[in-house]
């Protein structure tokens, strides 16, 4: 038995997605225009798809499990259920409007919203009570306004660039989004026993991610000091260095405070700091 999982075939998800069961230690081969592959070193098939069909599918059950934008999942409302976020992928669905136009609060009403996010775009303008027309338009959705089909456009941001390039500006935020694991509602015991092996490995490489390895040297009048700068997983590692009266510290840093504790540990008479990346995590 193999579990089936649902990938987006090319766009913004895709390298990352691969990159990561990569990391995973899975490896899967994705030749030219091939819908499927079979990885090598662990049971699962991935399905190269458009991630505006992975939740149908997953629905479905033609996958056991996807990776696509949250954005999707929440404008398609099919029957799945959101497992874990993923880290990548991060964007926004926005309002945008050309550059010179002069906004605010009134501006939406009575205008004609391009977007492929009918559903979002639609539930947001309910929730503020914004009485506008809504254009569905499947592709190229910001140029719309440049040639006359809309007065503004509801699409995903990223960088930031899209906008940019096509005269627009972001006014309003309708949702944050990232990559997301979704699984189908039902899954038999041998195929969630697969997706717990596979979270696993998942949550070990994020840990990893967010964690440097860190080695330092420091007399051992500094290591009271030292000690309370670094959590570590448990305590750190201290080993005796050959010169009298200092020690080797080993320990574990959070990317998230990293700088900072660097500094705190070099005030705190650290010297020799090497930083190391974690390959895998499991705490
Ligand atoms: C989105 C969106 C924009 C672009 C914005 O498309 O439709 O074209 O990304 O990114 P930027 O702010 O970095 O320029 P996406 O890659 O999701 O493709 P899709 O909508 O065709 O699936
Ligand atoms: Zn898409």
């Given amino acids: 038995m193999r579990l089936k999982l649902a990938i987006q075939k090319t766009g913004r998800l895709h390298a990352d997605s691969m990159e990561l ?3 995973c230690g899975i490896e899967v081969k994705n030749g030219h225009n091939q819908l499927m592959s079979v990885a090598q070193d662990f049971p699962l098939e991935v399905y190269f798809l458009r991630d505006d069909d992975i939740p149908q599918y997953v629905q479905d059950g033609v996958a056991d499990i996807g990776i696509v934008g949250e954005n999707i999942v929440y404008e398609k409302c099919k029957e799945v259920e959101m497992v874990e976020t993923l880290g990548f992928g991060k964007c926004r669905l926005s309002i945008a409007v050309p550059r010179n ?8 009403k009575g205008k004609r919203i391009a977007t492929s996010y009918p559903f979002l775009c639609s539930q947001y303008l309910k929730k503020n009570g914004i009485d506008a027309e809504i254009h569905e338009i499947s592709g190229s959705v910001e140029i719309a306004p440049g040639i006359g089909l809309a007065d503004a456009i509801c699409d995903l941001v990223s960088s930031g660039s899209t906008l940019l390039i096509n005269g627009l500006k972001e006014v309003e935020t309708v949702l944050e989004s990232e ?3 979704i699984k189908k509602t039902s899954l038999d015991t041998e195929q969630l026993e697969l997706l717990n092996r596979l979270l696993f490995r998942i949550s070990a490489v994020r840990t990893a991610r967010n964690n440097k390895y860190v080695l330092l040297n420091a007399p051992n009048e500094a290591l009271p000091k030292i000690f309370e700068l670094l959590p570590g ?5 201290v080993l005796p ?3 009298e009266g200092w020690s080797s510290v080993h320990s574990v840093l959070n990317e998230v405070e990293f700088w900072e504790k660097i500094e705190a540990l070099k005030n705190a008479g650290a010297q020799g700091i090497l930083v190391v990346p974690i390959e895998k995590m499991i705490v």
């Avoid at 136009?101 to 939406?108: K, P, Q, V």
């Fill in 179 to 181: 990559a997301v694991l």
């Fill in 21 to 23: 069961l990569n990391h």
């Fill in 101 to 108: 136009e002069e906004y605010n609060s009134g501006f939406l």
């Fill in 233 to 237: 997983m448990k305590s750190p590692t």
């Fill in 241 to 243: 260095l050959a010169e």
